[in-house]
């Protein structure tokens, strides 16, 4: 049984850091692409970084120079590193894992598991 469970959400002031954790079990960890995305209410969720088994990242614009993703094959833990956060970046964030190394890695629906989420607030 796969489980993905994150850790490390919280209240951070506007321009702190942050990082959550996402440990994985039940999965071939080190084959996986990883992704992280986040949601708001009424808003469907979107992509914010993602780690393939190669080392390759991406990051959207909207967080790119600030967000950092990381794994640890070893620990099958996935992380994310959020700096200079800002009061947009208030959101449940979810980690999520894919067996898909198709180019619509950036489309929630193309993710096979999903943790329970976090919630990081950002205030002002």
């Known amino acids: 049984q796969v489980q993905l469970v994150e850790s490390g959400g919280g209240l951070v002031q506007a321009g702190g850091s942050l990082r959550v954790s996402c440990a994985a079990s039940?999965?071939?960890?080190?084959?996986?692409?990883m992704g992280w995305f986040r949601q708001t209410p009424g808003k469907e969720r979107v992509v914010v970084a993602i780690?393939?088994?190669?080392?390759?990242?991406y990051y959207p614009n909207s967080v790119k120079g600030r967000f950092t993703i990381s794994r640890d094959n070893a620990k099958n833990t996935v992380y994310l590193q959020m700096n200079s956060l800002k009061p947009e970046d208030t959101a449940v964030y979810y980690c999520?894992?894919?067996?898909?190394?198709?180019?619509?890695?950036?489309?929630?629906?193309?993710?096979?598991?999903w943790g329970q989420g976090t919630q990081v607030t950002v205030s002002s």
């Open positions: 999520a894992a894919s067996r898909n190394y198709g180019t619509d890695y950036d489309n929630w629906k193309k993710y096979d598991y």
């Open positions: 039940g999965l071939t960890f080190s084959t996986y692409r």
């Open positions: 780690s393939w088994p190669g080392g390759t990242t």
